[in-house]
């Protein structure tokens, strides 16, 4: 999931506003997957998990993280 908020992938993205917004949704059903993936090791972390990587894309798409 981090390995393609790389600015050499996100730069190019930011002047097309249909991509961007794909992205961003692309960042969030990785967050959910790497979530339920958790959930293997536990309910709890699997959910803690989703809500932190869910969270960590909208704030980033929000640019409340300067992104």
Known sequence: MLLVM??????RLEDHEALHLLYHLGIVALGLV????????GRVSGRLLIVLSVGMAAMYA??????
């Open 6 to 11: 790389l600015p050499a992938i996100y730069e």
């Open 34 to 41: 790497t979530g339920a993936g958790a959930a293997r090791f």
């Open 62 to 67: 929000g640019g409340v993280t300067g992104g």
